[in-house]
């Protein structure tokens, strides 16, 4: 739980003064609650309906939806059996105190039993909703447990803890909102004029009602500058509009596209997918919108003749390595021959082999600097021989006969990370017989075939080797 500092201290208690369940309230979710809240109960007379109280025939089979002829909800038959049946819906009451957005969060919990279904409501939660953050209060009755929630509907409410890892998506407010208090106490307010109720009802997007609230709160003036413009999808983001000064300033585009973006209540992806290509073709517009690299892709191409050329969702992620990779083989990236290849998948796989052809080259060359570098360490008696791999080839060639990941290490060893050397028979240098990995001249594996440990001969040659030719080199590294 988390510590209650003073200011939502005082909020807390200015709410428990101020805020109820009112009449209003009562009345709406007796309206849009409630009457979902029932079941229609079957037996051999016929169907009775607990929301209207009236009784029919049905031929409807237990388990069903039906309509209730009388009162036209659409409710579930049941057997005049069932003992007992709960319903739960949450519901939201949207406040403004203390400058702050609270959303307050109730339970409608319903349970039916003999022929009578008896409705409680019970407020467990507070999301108060200040400029810069979000805190959560719960009420005892909320209970936790584990991964499991409940509100108890039987406990009264006595006090309210803060809850600091709101972050846990779970915790957020849900159901459907009751806004008619909201106006009055906005009344006085800078947020006065600003249409929150229509803009955020009509809102179909992703964005979580908490973030837009705090948004209005710290730019309540473009938001109803926006709202008002019928531009509701970009009063959503109202904090991106900061700048002030002309529109062209404001939005990034001319004006003369004003009536394009009304008519097409264009979000702020689209608006800046309008800057980047400035046509004022929805269509296009929202096609681009799909793509999740379209940034990356319209710093080189010309999306709308690039989406001629085939760009889309599928093949965009392709499309982006292969600029990718164009520019770092220097290719010219303003040539449209390589801005918008004939076959996408041909020219990715074509400069993939380029690019790797070119990083082996390096590798090699590098390998052969380190040989000239550690050869000295070459070692040998009468039957072995120790010598740090000579070439590329070589290390590809020891991999394979080995069996084993050397071939991963030719990068570290042409970047100085590790020292690798191959011991051999003497009189058959060209079998691979022990793979030896040295750091800092140790010895930290010697391998045999297929990762197996060395025999004891073979061992004591390497320790041999790395007392007198390895240890020399630290002391005189
Ligand atoms: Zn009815």
């Known amino acids: 739980m988390g510590y209650i500092n003073k200011k939502l201290k005082n909020i807390i208690i200015d709410m428990d003064k101020s805020f109820s369940i009112s009449l209003g309230v009562r009345k709406w979710v007796k309206k849009s609650i409630y009457p979902k809240h029932n079941l229609i109960i079957k037996s051999k007379s016929g169907c009775y309906c607990t929301n209207c ?28 059996t069932l003992q007992y049946q709960a319903f739960i819906d949450d519901f939201r009451i949207i406040d403004y105190i203390d400058g702050c957005f609270i959303l307050r969060g109730f339970e409608v919990k ?5 022929f009578k279904v008896n409705h409680n409501i019970a407020e467990y939660q507070r999301l108060v909703i200040d400029k810069d953050k979000k805190y959560l209060l719960l009420s005892n009755i909320y209970k936790m447990f584990l991964i499991t ?9 006595t006090k309210w803890r803060l809850h600091n ?15 008619g208090e909201l106006k009055k106490e906005l009344e006085g307010s800078i947020y006065q004029y600003c249409p929150i109720e229509r803009v955020i009802s009509n809102y179909t997007g992703t964005d979580e009602i908490e973030n837009i609230l705090q948004r209005i709160l710290n730019y309540p003036i473009s938001f109803e500058l926006l709202s008002k413009l019928n531009l509701t999808n970009l009063a959503i983001k109202c904090n991106c509009f900061k700048n002030k000064g002309s529109f062209e300033k404001r939005f990034g585009v001319t004006k003369d596209c004003l009536p394009f973006m009304i008519k097409h209540n264009i979000t702020i992806t689209e608006l800046n997918i309008l800057k980047t290509i400035k046509r004022k073709n929805i269509k296009i517009i929202r096609r ?87 050869k000295d360490n070459t070692y040998q008696n009468e039957k072995y021989i120790i010598y740090p791999v000579p070439t590329f080839a070589d290390l590809i060639a020891e991999s394979s006969m080995q069996n084993n990941c050397v071939r991963t290490y030719n990068k570290r060893y042409a970047e100085k990370e590790v020292d690798l050397y191959l011991m051999r028979l003497l009189n058959k240098r060209s079998k691979s017989l022990v793979t030896i990995e040295v750091r800092d001249n140790k010895v930290v594996q010697s391998k045999i075939k297929n990762n197996n440990d060395c025999t004891k001969e073979q061992l004591l ?7 007198t030719i390895l240890k020399g080199r630290n002391i005189y590294a």
């Open 110 to 114: 319903s349970t039916y039993n003999n």
């Open 288 to 374: 681009l919108n799909e793509l999740s690299c379209f940034d990356e892709l319209a710093k080189y191409l010309d999306m709308v003749k690039a989406l001629d050329c085939g760009l889309n969702t599928g093949n965009e992620h392709i499309y982006r390595d292969y600029l990718d990779m164009a520019e770092r083989l220097n290719l010219n990236l303003k040539d449209k021959q390589v801005l918008y290849p004939n076959d996408l998948m041909k020219a990715h796989d074509k400069l993939l082999k380029q690019l790797d052809d070119i990083e082996n080259q390096e590798i090699v060359e590098k390998i052969k600097i380190r040989y000239e570098e550690l």
């Open 461 to 467: 040659f390497i320790n041999e080797w790395q007392n």
């Open 149 to 157: 929630q409940s509100v108890c509907h039987n406990e009264k409410h």
């Open 53 to 80: 109280h009236k009784e029919f025939y049905s031929n409807a089979k237990i388990y069903e939806y039906i309509t209730c002829p009388k009162c036209k909800e659409n409710l579930q038959v049941r057997k005049c």
């Open 165 to 179: 890892n709101y972050y846990s998506h779970w915790y957020y407010s849900k159901g459907s909102i009751y806004w």
